[in-house]
Nanobody
Framework: QVQLVESGGGLVQAGGSLRLSCAAS????????MGWYRQAPGKQRQLVAG???????NHADSVKGRFTISRDNAKNTVYLQMNSLNPEDTAVYYC??????????WGQGTQVTVSS
């Protein structure tokens, strides 16, 4: 089993920055890919960014150039640096870890609210 705990969400003005963290515990050796998803009210959960254990990243087009995902394997932690935030980024942000068998683990989510 893998447990994920997110932190770093909050309220920020448009144009501001936030850094989200997701710490994994438990059977962390099983983790392959880690990623961030977000879900705004009334919308489906969508991928924001992902990173493999080797460090290969991908970012959704809507956040490219503004958000950066990174990972510290020694700390079993993944980060999401979010810059130039706008109100459309308001959502609950979830951390996801996928193990080498394809099983997915989710964190409890952290709220990000961007005011205009």
């Amino acid at each position: 089993q893998v447990q994920l705990v997110e932190s770093g969400g909050g309220l920020v003005q448009a144009g501001g920055s936030l850094r989200l963290s997701c710490a994994a515990s438990g059977s962390t050796f099983r983790i392959n890919v880690m990623g961030w998803y977000r879900q705004a009210p009334g919308k489906q959960r969508q991928l924001v960014a992902g990173i493999t254990s080797a460090g290969t990243t991908n970012h959704a087009d809507s956040v490219k150039g503004r958000f950066t995902i990174s990972r510290d394997n020694a700390k079993n932690t993944v980060y999401l640096q979010m810059n130039s935030l706008n109100p459309e980024d308001t959502a609950v942000y979830y951390c996801k870890a996928t193990d080498y068998y394809g099983y997915a683990y989710w964190g409890q989510g952290t709220q990000v609210t961007v005011s205009s």
